[in-house]
């Protein structure tokens, strides 16, 4: 069966229903019962249950021991493995990513712009015993993070707005949740050529982040996260130069691209 896409072309509802499933695991680690998983996608039992078991008979998705509990599958890692691997913007920005984790000792970032969120693609973690862990593939919020303003900053103030959900989460409580705020904010971040975000995405932690003008808007973006014990006024003005350089490397390493 088939329905119109967004698009304006058809969609075919079995594929549908097949990425939503995986897409209700990956945001959801654990492992889930049919009624959850039913409750949260929709679908009549019976389809849904059957859908599952072929999924888990292709390795998509797994069962606990008992066999009533559904759960992201191997073979969901290869294939994201396999889009890591096979990025040119990842191998090209390998040795700026390593240059600029060895200039700042600090957690690196390299991320994508995925709707109203950033995707990490590749990171260095930071040499200190304080620091924080993020993995490749975890989805940050766009207007919280560093990367996120960086990158919308490359987007006109209409798309943006366009771009941005009704209503914004606040991971903390210096979360910027008013969008036309947010709006002067980017303002600022394209004077200055950098982002910054301050504590607003993880209490404790200071991020600093530059977009990639490979291309127009950017899609990718770098960032270096400070814990804000360590930080201070000198070690801010290090860490934007150190990026800038990150951001002139990066750009000469994917300017074929």
Same mark, same amino acid.
């Given at each position: 069966?088939?329905?119109?896409?967004?698009?304006?072309?058809?969609?075919?509802?079995?594929?549908?229903?097949?990425?939503?499933?995986?897409?209700?695991?990956?945001?959801?680690?654990?492992?889930?019962?049919?009624?959850?998983?039913?409750?949260?996608?929709?679908?009549?039992?019976?389809?849904?249950?059957?859908?599952?078991?072929?999924?888990?008979?292709?390795?998509?998705?797994?069962?606990?021991?008992? @066999?009533? =509990?559904?759960?992201?599958?191997?073979? !969901? %890692?290869?294939?994201?493995?396999?889009?890591?691997?096979? +990025? $040119?913007? *990842?191998?090209?920005?390998?040795?700026?990513?390593?240059?600029?984790?060895?200039?700042?000792?600090?957690?690196?970032?390299?991320?994508?712009?995925?709707?109203?969120?950033?995707?990490?693609?590749?990171?260095?973690?930071?040499?200190?015993?304080?620091?924080?862990?993020?993995?490749? @593939?975890? =989805?940050?919020?766009?207007?919280?993070? !560093? %990367?996120?303003?960086?990158?919308?900053?490359?987007?006109? +103030? $209409?798309? *943006?707005?366009?771009?941005?959900?009704?209503?914004?989460?606040?991971?903390?409580?210096?979360?910027?949740?008013?969008?036309?705020?947010?709006?002067?904010?980017?303002?600022?971040?394209?004077?200055?050529?950098?982002?910054?975000?301050?504590?607003?995405?993880?209490?404790?932690?200071?991020?600093?982040?530059?977009?990639?003008?490979?291309?127009?808007?950017?899609?990718?973006?770098?960032?270096?996260?400070?814990?804000?014990?360590?930080?201070?006024?000198?070690?801010?003005?290090?860490?934007?130069?150190?990026?800038?350089?990150?951001?002139?490397?990066?750009?000469?390493?994917?300017?074929?691209?």
């Amino acid at each position: 069966m088939a329905a119109g896409g967004a698009g304006g072309g058809a969609q075919v509802k079995s594929a549908v229903r097949t990425v939503e499933l995986l897409e209700y695991f990956a945001a959801r680690p654990g492992m889930h019962s049919l009624a959850e998983v039913q409750k949260a996608v929709g679908y009549p039992k019976s389809s849904l249950y059957m859908l599952l078991r072929t999924l888990v008979d292709l390795g998509w998705v797994e069962t606990d021991a008992t @066999g009533t =509990r559904y759960g992201i599958g191997v073979r !969901a %890692l290869l294939v994201g493995t396999s889009y890591i691997d096979g +990025d $040119e913007v *990842v191998a090209a920005a390998r040795p700026a990513l390593d240059r600029l984790s060895e200039d700042t000792a600090e957690t690196v970032l390299l991320a994508r712009l995925d709707g109203t969120s950033v995707v990490c693609l590749a990171t260095r973690a930071s040499q200190h015993h304080l620091r924080p862990v993020t993995r490749v @593939g975890r =989805r940050l919020p766009v207007h919280s993070t !560093a %990367l996120g303003k960086a990158l919308l900053s490359t987007y006109p +103030d $209409e798309q *943006v707005r366009r771009m941005l959900p009704g209503t914004l989460s606040a991971p903390t409580e210096h979360t910027i949740t008013d969008r036309e705020e947010l709006i002067e904010e980017l303002h600022r971040i394209r004077e200055q050529g950098y982002a910054v975000d301050r504590e607003e995405n993880t209490l404790g932690l200071c991020c600093f982040g530059v977009a990639i003008p490979y291309r127009t808007p950017a899609r990718d973006a770098v960032s270096c996260s400070i814990p804000v014990a360590r930080l201070t006024p000198a070690r801010e003005r290090t860490v934007r130069d150190v990026l800038f350089d990150a951001r002139d490397r990066l750009l000469l390493a994917t300017r074929r691209l």
